[in-house]
């Protein structure tokens, strides 16, 4: 375990290597680094060290750049301002990432090159927290949902400041962008419009339920062709619909509890649905053959109500994060291509791919870029 952190204002170093049962570490001006060498009763003592020293060195502004690292392998990590708020909002273009943080009580947002350096950061200007991004893939607009409202921004990263759908008095909202369509929350009915002329596509009013009789049952999402979209307003049924033609196509019915994300495979092949009732944790569905379907065998025991799922915008591949354990499998195969393990995580990680990267954002801060 090699790891080398830099504070880009000083341009002093963090340089720290395991070996065994002993971090060596080189520190400080990188022409003249101060060396030292501790060592420990175990392997996992003296990793835990370097973790925690790490950790203090993210917390004073260093980075990690590491562009050669191997698949797997941390090639950046950063510690992105304010403090935890139950959310963990990423999204990604084709050439940029977007992350938005609170810090001093306002949204702001990050905006990263593939090599995990900011881009430009600026204060998000809407009312309320920022819970979900998104960003179409065909216009590379960015949308935020904050609060159950829906803020469009423009090119130049700003909030449009009126909402495209309000939700001040709402007590659910959804956000799904894809193939030039989005799809809302608004007054009580699903909406799917296109973005170029905002011509309505699917209508289509629900009743949001409440699992358990506290818990409020609303989750939608598109395809990546933004041609069928997947609606769950009640326990035991998830609605498929022809964006296109604004029908219902079937629904999936049978032992399904309630629904914290969906997701379609890229092929649209198989739909996925995490949910922190199941056994699992994770559900899948496919399509074609309208029925439920079994997870990848080699697939580890997720922890209900930490998981976050994604999918790669090119290929089959599906990554999916229990705490700080990320597997990748082929939704093609059914089978586990890659895992990996996901640094500075206490509970919970967001995560998304991002060109030939996993990227993970930490419920303590760490934005880390994985190499795939």
């Keep these: 375990m090699d790891r ?45 060290y370097l973790e925690k020293q790490e950790w203090t060195k993210l917390k004073a502004g260093f980075v990690l750049q ?4 191997n698949g797997g392998e941390a090639t950046a990590l950063r510690l992105l301002p304010g403090g935890w708020t139950g959310m963990l909002p990423l999204a990604t273009s084709q050439d940029h990432l977007f992350c938005v943080r609170y810090p001093e009580s306002q949204n702001e947002l990050f905006v990263f090159d593939n090599s ?18 998104a960003c179409d893939s065909i216009s590379e607009t960015i ?3 904050a609060d159950h409202s829906i803020y469009q921004l423009d090119s130049n990263f700003a909030v449009i400041k009126k909402p495209l759908a ?14 030039g369509r989005l799809l809302v929350y608004h007054r009580n009915k699903i909406e799917v419009r296109n973005l170029a002329d905002d011509n309505e596509l699917l209508s289509v009013e629900v009743t949001p339920d409440l699992y358990g009789g506290h818990t409020i049952t609303l989750e939608a999402v598109l395809d990546r062709g933004g041609k069928l979209a997947a609606v769950h307003e009640k326990a035991g049924e998830i609605a498929i619909y022809d964006v296109k033609k604004g029908k219902l196509m079937f629904r999936f019915e049978g032992d399904i509890p309630m629904i914290s994300k969906l997701l379609f495979c890229p092929q649209g092949k198989v ?12 559900l899948a569905f496919d399509l074609k053959a309208k029925k439920q379907i079994p997870l ?12 976050d799922i994604a999918c790669h915008p090119t290929d089959d591949r599906i990554a999916i994060v229990s705490t700080n354990s990320a597997t990748i499998f082929d939704a093609r195969t059914n089978r586990v291509v890659n895992s990996i393990t996901l640094d500075h995580v206490v509970k919970r990680a967001g995560i998304v791919f991002f060109q030939n990267s996993l990227v993970a954002l930490s419920d303590l801060g760490v934005l880390g870029f994985y190499a795939l």
């Design 4 to 48: 080398f952190l830099a504070d880009p204002n000083s341009e002093k170093i963090w340089h720290a290597t395991l070996k065994g049962k002993t971090v060596e570490t080189k520190t400080g001006n990188p022409a003249k680094p101060r060396a030292q060498s501790k060592s420990f009763k175990s392997t996992d003592e003296a990793k835990g």
């Design 66 to 69: 590491n562009p050669d690292a």
């Design 116 to 133: 995990g350096a900011v881009v430009k950061s600026t204060k998000a200007k809407v009312d309320g927290l920022v819970l979900y991004a």
């Design 143 to 145: 949308f935020f949902n």
């Design 166 to 179: 309000v939700g001040k008095e709402a007590s659910a909202s959804c956000l799904s962008v894809a193939g």
């Design 271 to 282: 739909l996925y649905a995490v949910s922190p009732y199941a056994e699992s944790g994770l």
């Design 296 to 307: 990848p065998k080699d697939l580890p025991r997720l922890s209900q109500g930490k998981i």
